[in-house]
C-alpha cells in the first residue's frame, strides 16, 4: 500500500458563487459590474501587439502601481499590484499573519478570510457580529495576531465610519490590521489616508466591481513601504510575474479615465436606491446598503425557497446555507431593467 497521500496538503476550498451560462440569464450572484469596463479599456485590446507578449511583464507592474499611486495619492513604494484582491489578500495573509495568537475577523465576513487562515495554518476566532449585524468593536480589543476587518463588510453590505476603523487600529498598533475596501466606492468611507499615519494598516481593494473589470483579475492594496516591502518579498518568493502585460494596461486604462468610473458607479448606487423601496413593497427587508449588492430578507417566504425558484428562470442571486444567514438572498445590483425583471419574477414567485 503506498502512503503518498499522508504528505498531501489537504484543504477545503472557498467556493465561489456559480458562472452559470445561459444566454437569457440576469446574473446577480456574484457582485460583477453590470456595466462594460471603461472604454480605454476596449482600445488598450484592440491595439495590443502580440508581439509585446514573447516578454514577460514588468515584475513591479509598474504602469498600473503608478496610476493607482497617482490615484490614491500615494507613492510607488506604498502600492502593491496582485491578480485580484484574493491574490493580495491571500499574499497579505502569508506574509504579516505568522504568530500564535489568534488573527480576529467577524463570524459573518467574506469566506475567503477563514480558508485562507486554514490553509496557513494561522490560528483565528470569528467574534460574532450582533443582532443588527454590526461589528462590535470591544471584540477587537483583545492581544491577537491580526485582525481582517471587510469595509463594507460582505455579505452584510453594511459599513462602518472611519472613526470606527480608526478605533480598532488606535487599539492595535502591535498587529497588522488588514481592511478589505472592495466595495467601499459604492457608499463607504475609505481609511486610504490612515495608512499615512499607521505603519500597521493595510487597505486592500479590487478592479472586479467599481472598476467593471472582474474577468482581469486586478487588485492591489496601499500601505506603508514597510509593509508593502514585506508583501513583496513573500510574492517573490513564489512567483515573480503576477501581472499579465494586458492587465497591467487595462487597469492603467481603467484608472485614468476618472469620469467613466464616476458615472458607472453613480447609476449602479441610484438603482440600488430604487432596488429597496421596490423590494420592500414585495415584502422584503433589506440591510442598510453601502455596497452595488442587497442582502434581503423575506418576511414569510424562505429565501432558499425564492433562491430555488429564481434560478429556475434563469434569475441568479446568492444564497448561503449558513447560520445566521440562512434566510437572506444577497442580490446584486444589475441594470435598471435587469432589476425590472427581478421585481417581476420576484412578483410572480411571491403571489
Ligand atoms: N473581498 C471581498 C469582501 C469580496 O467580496 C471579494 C469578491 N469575491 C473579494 C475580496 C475578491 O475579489 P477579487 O479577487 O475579484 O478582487
Known sequence: MSNWENNVRKVVPYVPGDQPQYPDMIKLNTNENPYPPAPGVAEVLKNLNADVLRLYPKPDAHELAAAIAEECGVDFNNVFVGVGSDDVLGTAFLTFFKGDLPVLFPDVTYSFYPVWAELYNIPYETPALDGNFRIKKEDYYKPNGGIVIANPNAPTTIAEPLDFIED???????????????????????????????????????????????GMRIGFAIGSEKLISYMMAVRNSYNSYTMTTPSILCGEASIKDKAYFRKTVDKITATREKA??????????????????????????????????????????????????????????????????LYAALSEILK
Open 168 to 214: 480598532i487600529v488606535k487599539h492595535n498598533k502591535d498587529s497588522v490590521v488588514i481592511v478589505d475596501e472592495a466595495y467601499v466606492d459604492f457608499g463607504g468611507e475609505t481609511a486610504l489616508e490612515l495608512t499615512r499615519k499607521y505603519e500597521n494598516l493595510l487597505v486592500v481593494r479590487t478592479f472586479s466591481k467599481s472598476r467593471n473589470l472582474a
Open 276 to 341: 429597496v423601496p421596490e423590494l420592500q413593497k414585495l415584502g422584503f427587508t433589506c440591510l442598510d446598503s453601502s455596497a452595488n449588492f442587497l442582502f434581503a430578507t423575506h418576511k414569510t417566504v424562505p429565501a432558499k425557497e425564492i433562491f430555488t425558484k429564481l434560478r429556475e428562470k434563469h434569475i441568479f442571486v446568492r444564497y448561503f446555507d449558513k447560520p445566521r444567514i440562512n434566510n437572506y438572498l444577497r442580490i446584486t445590483i444589475g441594470t435598471d431593467n435587469e432589476m425590472q425583471q
